[in-house]
């Protein structure tokens, strides 16, 4: 909603408001692109997979993978306790 709030504010419309969403933001772009469609020109992702199923998958099979063993045992720990405001998350 804070996308929005700024379109609004800034008088964006249909005709020149660009939403541009890189790595983890690509996906919120297209979340926001798919809700307010209609008030957007354009939308660029770099660098992200188009589903959050998807990118589950490519951080498991790819990221972990160039993890350091002792930073992906803790993620996986705190993600086992849902513990996702946790600051080493």
């Not at 990118?55 to 849902?82: C, F, N, S």
């Amino acid at each position: 909603e804070e996308v929005e709030q700024v379109r609004k504010a800034i008088g964006a419309d249909s005709t020149n408001f660009y939403v541009l969403g890189n790595s983890w933001g690509g996906i919120l772009a297209m979340e926001y692109a798919l809700k307010y469609q209609q008030h957007i020109k354009g939308l660029l992702v770099s660098n992200m997979v188009s589903s959050a199923p998807e990118y589950g998958k490519y951080a498991d099979e790819v990221l972990a993978k160039q993890m350091k063993p002792e930073v992906l045992q803790t993620i996986r720990a705190i993600e086992a306790k849902k513990d996702f405001s946790n600051p080493k998350y």
